[in-house]
């Protein structure tokens, strides 16, 4: 039998296990049957006793530190982690579950990259626990867990509404007949059996909806299901004490998280290897559209030239030049997560050519200054705030093609123009240049610059970065 809260430790099962286990006095205290249950499973590598979690606090930051682990480090060993794949752990693991929730509540902001951490690694476990299921198992537990999270099997698509605002679902993914989810196989048949003359509709279904659509669902609502329970905490923790215990878990979580992110810094620069760096700006490898932007813009399309096309180059340039090799959305304090590079580099930057143009943007228009904020992802506000961050999307710079149409009389190419989809190209390719020709030197922070460069001007170019454009 598998436990449903080892997939959905909101569960009622998983609800029970923490009302009766859970014990905050014991966070941290050394706990030897989850020691003895982890040092005994399958395949755990067991030759170094810090690979092993001896409490419950240690159990919560080793789920997070697997999942950053196995998103960066190219020589993660499952067998390192195996005991977070077997649900011989389930109780300890459902009882770590709800502390992390609680700790990253007290201590950081929804929209916090501790958050998202949390929340994207429950949902990597789900994936990966139910790949390890035979498939009778798997489905059988995708539906029970379904089941008890969508109450009507008649769903309308606004159910989901939530998901699919914060785009952790597609509508592209649902098949949706006059407003209802399609789940069903039965429920699939019965409204377009007859549709399909050439195939069998019970095959069109696995091909069109199957279980792969289920437990994308699965997956989706408990993640969000995760933050809205963070959520809850939050609102609910400004009126109660906090035990020292989750304070202290809260803690090391930061400081894990800190660390990690040291060790690997290409992924808060965005997981794509070696090839990306952050940098500090260098003005002399701006292409002419952002040094005729940078120096003050005296004719038409000023608000667009500062608010669309710098604020974007700018704030990629200095925090992610890599950001049409990804595919996945980066937030500028995955990057930068006090905001001191944004504060005093990227914003002083912006505003100087707004100071530049002919008229000043500001004295004529200031609330500009809450379209650049916007701009960044920090939501309608005069500044960026880390609280804010999400309210809107980080937007991604414009292409050449776009320049040309809407703001031609920034457009002046050179030769290193040629065969360049983007600004950002453009910067990257001509900042390895000059390193190379020893003009700049290499930034010390980001010794692997010179090194490693053309790789993401490739990757960028080849990559059609309208594609990638958000807005
Ligand atoms: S070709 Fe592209 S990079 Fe070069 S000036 Fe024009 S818009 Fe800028």
Not at 32 to 47: A, D, G, K
Not at 51 to 75: C, D, F, H, M, T
Not at 115 to 124: P, V, Y
């Amino acid at each position: 039998m598998v436990f449903l809260s080892f997939i959905n430790p909101l569960s009622n099962e998983g609800r029970e296990i923490v009302k009766e286990k859970g014990d905050l006095n014991e966070v941290f205290t050394r706990n030897n049957s989850l020691i003895e249950t982890v040092s005994r499973i399958e395949h755990q590598n067991i030759s170094d006793d810090s690979l092993l979690p001896n409490s419950y606090g240690e159990l919560a930051i080793k789920r997070v530190q697997w999942y950053i682990e196995r998103k960066n480090n190219k020589n993660f060993k499952y067998n390192d982690f195996a005991y977070l794949l077997n649900e011989e752990i389930v109780e300890a693991d459902v009882i770590s579950f709800h502390l992390l929730a609680q700790a990253i509540a007290i201590k950081f902001n929804i929209n916090s990259r501790e958050t998202r951490l949390f929340i994207e690694s429950q949902g990597a476990l789900i994936e990966e626990r139910l790949r390890k299921l035979m498939p009778h198992n798997r489905q059988d537990i995708v539906n029970k867990l379904l089941n008890q999270l969508i109450i009507d099997d008649n769903i309308s698509w606004t159910y989901l509404k939530e998901l699919i605002a914060s785009k952790k679902i597609s509508l592209e993914d649902l098949v949706i007949d006059n407003g209802k989810i399609i789940i069903e196989k039965e429920d699939f048949i019965a409204r377009f059996g007859e549709k399909f003359k050439d195939r069998a509709p019970e095959r069109m279904y696995d091909i069109i909806i199957g279980e792969n659509v289920k437990e994308l669902i699965l997956t989706k609502m408990i993640m969000q299901n995760t933050e809205n329970y963070i959520e809850k905490i939050k609102e609910m923790s400004s009126t109660v004490e906090i035990h020292p215990a989750i304070s202290e878990l809260a803690e090391s979580i930061e400081k894990t998280i800190s660390e990690l992110s040291s060790k690997y810094s290409s992924f808060y620069a965005g997981n794509v290897g070696e090839s990306i760096k952050i940098g500090k700006l260098q003005r002399e490898a701006f292409p002419p559209c952002i040094t005729n932007t940078v120096e003050g813009v005296k004719s038409g399309g000023r608000n667009d030239a500062i608010v669309l096309l710098l604020t974007s180059f700018v704030s990629y340039a200095r925090l992610f030049p890599g950001i049409f090799s990804v595919d996945h959305n980066i937030k500028v304090s995955d990057i930068d997560p006090n905001l001191t590079i944004t504060l005093n580099e990227i914003l002083p930057l912006i505003y100087e050519a707004a100071d530049n143009c002919s008229p000043p943007l500001f004295e004529d228009q200031p609330q500009e200054k809450i379209n650049i904020t916007s701009k960044l992802g920090f939501g309608m506000h005069n500044d960026p705030k880390l609280e804010n961050e999400g309210e809107t999307t980080w937007y991604t710079p414009m292409s050449c093609e776009k320049i040309k149409m809407h703001l031609p009389q920034l457009c002046k190419p050179n030769k290193l123009c040629k065969g360049i989809g983007n600004p950002l190209s453009y910067y990257s390719r001509a900042k390895w240049q000059m390193q190379k020709e020893g003009k700049i030197p290499d930034d010390p922070a980001n010794s692997n610059d010179s090194t490693n460069s053309m790789d993401h001007v490739d990757s960028a170019d080849s990559t059609n970065s309208n594609d990638k454009e958000k807005n």
